[in-house]
């Protein structure tokens, strides 16, 4: 959901944006690549810094203009942070040393990357991340009688919040004071994090989900306004992630990444376990592209940002192939990992 494109210049291969949380931060980890020029503001010790700091071991940092060339981007997902390492190619100082940009989730500053070639693929990312700023995010609430676990989806994948412990020691023991105090601790978690336009899901086995929507309803009824509610077999993060797999959060939002790639993936292992019209490796994807026979290609983001993944974007798009790009952060994506990152749904066998 990149929040604003400020600038676009076909011609220099300059995109100027402003992202605005998790999503793109993600969406900046999967464009920019070793060899682009990213320009932005940042903190650096000024030339007069560095003989103060000869003198006192300290000196203060002062804001600048810096555009380096791209060596490393990394991201790390428990911190909310992208890292942007290279060398300082513009600027007032400094050229030719290193330099790191943390574009962090919660301080979001402008950000032009300036590639020699923009592929299709980058282009189309950023179309959907402006489009997607309508797209609500979803909160889960997995609970049984037992406990229960509030999370949120982004496209990114999956966030916990909280786990919330029922302190219920036996059945026998429980009591009406506990059971109230229980849903309360569940409501005053969703109210912190859900927004007035964010689907809520509550998931789980047996009939407690059923009790948290009534009680909702009673007490916070524009949170439970257009609740949806689902039966799964597991209760957590577990239940959560199998919610996925059945396709729930496409009810409420069809372009929802997360949920797009785990509902393809598992079409791929469905596939390969009755040895039906699947391949999987990078030569027999490449075989399956140049005979025509793919109809969607899976690649990993991994693969996407090498050599052998440009090439097999550019034969998907010469065959007129579909292609989803798995996120392998998150659990079935780095199921997808495991068997090499790259495969093909097929229209044909042969």
Same mark, same amino acid.
């Given at each position: 959901?990149?929040?604003?494109?400020?600038?676009?210049?076909?011609?220099? $291969?300059?995109?100027?944006?402003?992202?605005?949380?998790?999503?793109?931060?993600?969406? *900046?980890?999967?464009?920019?690549?070793?060899?682009?020029?990213?320009?932005?503001?940042?903190?650096?010790?000024?030339?007069?810094?560095?003989?103060?700091?000869?003198?006192?071991?300290?000196?203060?940092?002062? =804001?600048?203009? *810096?555009?380096?060339?791209?060596?490393?981007?990394?991201?790390?997902?428990?911190?909310?942070?992208?890292?942007?390492?290279?060398?300082?190619?513009?600027?007032?100082?400094?050229?030719?040393?290193?330099?790191?940009?943390?574009?962090?989730?919660?301080?979001?500053?402008?950000?032009?990357?300036?590639?020699?070639?923009?592929?299709?693929?980058?282009?189309?990312?950023?179309?959907?991340?402006?489009?997607?700023?309508?797209?609500?995010?979803?909160?889960?609430?997995? &609970?049984?009688?037992?406990?229960?676990?509030?999370?949120?989806?982004?496209?990114?994948?999956?966030?916990?919040?909280?786990?919330?412990?029922?302190?219920?020691?036996?059945?026998? +023991?429980?009591?009406?004071?506990?059971?109230?105090?229980? +849903?309360?601790?569940? *409501?005053?978690?969703?109210?912190?994090?859900?927004?007035?336009?964010?689907?809520?899901?509550?998931?789980?086995? $047996?009939?407690?989900?059923?009790?948290?929507?009534?009680?909702?309803?009673?007490?916070?009824?524009?949170?439970?306004?257009?609740?949806?509610?689902?039966?799964?077999?597991?209760?957590?993060?577990?239940?959560?992630?199998?919610?996925?797999?059945?396709?729930?959060?496409?009810?409420?939002?069809?372009?929802?990444?997360?949920? =797009?790639?785990?509902?393809?993936?598992?079409? &791929?292992?469905?596939?390969?376990?009755?040895?039906?019209?699947?391949?999987?490796?990078?030569?027999?994807?490449?075989?399956?592209?140049?005979?025509?026979?793919?109809?969607?290609?899976?690649?990993?983001?991994?693969?996407?940002?090498?050599?052998? $993944?440009?090439?097999?974007?550019?034969?998907?798009?010469?065959?007129?192939?579909?292609?989803?790009?798995?996120?392998?952060?998150?659990?079935?994506?780095?199921?997808?990992?495991?068997?090499?990152?790259?495969?093909?749904?097929?229209?044909?066998?042969?």
């Amino acid at each position: 959901m990149i929040v604003k494109i400020i600038y676009k210049d076909p011609k220099s $291969g300059e995109i100027k944006l402003v992202p605005e949380n998790l999503d793109d931060i993600w969406h *900046l980890y999967n464009i920019i690549e070793e060899g682009d020029l990213v320009r932005a503001v940042t903190f650096r010790t000024s030339e007069d810094g560095k003989a103060d700091m000869i003198r006192a071991k300290k000196a203060e940092k002062k =804001k600048m203009k *810096l555009g380096i060339r791209v060596e490393k981007v990394t991201f790390h997902e428990f911190s909310n942070r992208l890292r942007i390492q290279g060398v300082i190619e513009e600027g007032p100082q400094d050229l030719g040393s290193y330099h790191t940009f943390n574009v962090d989730a919660e301080e979001m500053q402008p950000l032009s990357i300036l590639k020699e070639h923009w592929r299709a693929h980058q282009l189309q990312r950023i179309d959907e991340a402006v489009l997607q700023r309508t797209q609500p995010m979803l909160v889960f609430v997995s &609970l049984d009688d037992d406990s229960a676990t509030v999370a949120m989806l982004f496209q990114s994948g999956v966030q916990l919040v909280a786990e919330i412990d029922a302190h219920r020691s036996g059945k026998m +023991y429980e009591s009406k004071e506990t059971t109230q105090e229980y +849903y309360g601790e569940i *409501l005053s978690v969703i109210k912190t994090v859900k927004k007035p336009d964010s689907p809520l899901v509550i998931i789980g086995p $047996g009939f407690t989900r059923d009790h948290l929507i009534k009680i909702g309803k009673e007490k916070e009824p524009a949170l439970f306004e257009n609740s949806i509610t689902h039966a799964t077999a597991n209760t957590g993060m577990n239940g959560i992630h199998e919610a996925l797999k059945v396709g729930i959060v496409e009810q409420i939002t069809k372009e929802n990444r997360v949920s =797009k790639e785990t509902q393809a993936i598992e079409r &791929l292992f469905e596939e390969i376990k009755k040895d039906g019209r699947v391949t999987y490796g990078l030569s027999e994807v490449e075989e399956a592209l140049s005979r025509g026979a793919a109809e969607t290609l899976l690649i990993s983001d991994v693969m996407v940002r090498s050599k052998n $993944g440009e090439h097999l974007l550019d034969s998907a798009r010469k065959t007129h192939s579909d292609f989803i790009i798995i996120n392998t952060m998150h659990e079935a994506g780095k199921k997808f990992e495991g068997i090499g990152g790259v495969a093909a749904l097929l229209r044909f066998k042969y």
